[in-house]
């Protein structure tokens, strides 16, 4: 599967923006979806994350109540609402897939995924 990453941009503080990843190559059908974010000189951190066997949502306690993670399986899409963005929130953002489930929040670790697409920048100025 090839994962593309899109809707960053540059945005104030406490704006809105809504990322999307979308699939080709193959159905975003997998156990676990998620989003990681990478600022310069950072290591990439885990956003967020859905199983799609329980519908369960886990959020790193940075972003937690800011954002919102959903699927459009008509659309073979994930997307990231992300509201009342902060300057720290700026990074690059990538999506990624796992077959497999893993034990509750884990899916926010890195390790856990093999395939990663192309990021999208996000910029939130003060």
């Known amino acids: 599967v090839q994962l593309q990453a899109s809707g960053g941009g540059l945005v104030q503080a406490g704006g809105s923006l809504r990322l999307s990843c979308a699939a080709s190559g193959s159905s975003l059908d997998y156990s676990l979806i998620a989003w990681f974010r990478q600022a310069p000189g950072k290591e990439r951190e885990g956003v967020s994350c859905?199983?799609?066997?329980?519908?369960?949502?886990y959020y790193t306690d940075s972003v937690r109540g800011r954002f919102t993670i959903s699927r459009d399986n008509a659309k073979n899409t994930v997307y990231l609402q992300m509201n009342s963005l902060k300057p720290e929130d700026t990074a690059v953002y990538f999506c990624?897939?796992?077959?497999?489930?893993?034990?509750?929040?884990?899916?926010?670790?890195?390790?856990?995924?093999?395939?990663w697409g192309q990021g999208t920048l996000v910029t939130v100025s003060s």
């Open positions: 859905i199983s799609r066997g329980t519908g369960t949502k």
């Open positions: 990624t897939v796992r077959a497999n489930r893993v034990p509750g929040s884990y899916c926010l670790n890195s390790i856990a995924y093999s395939t």
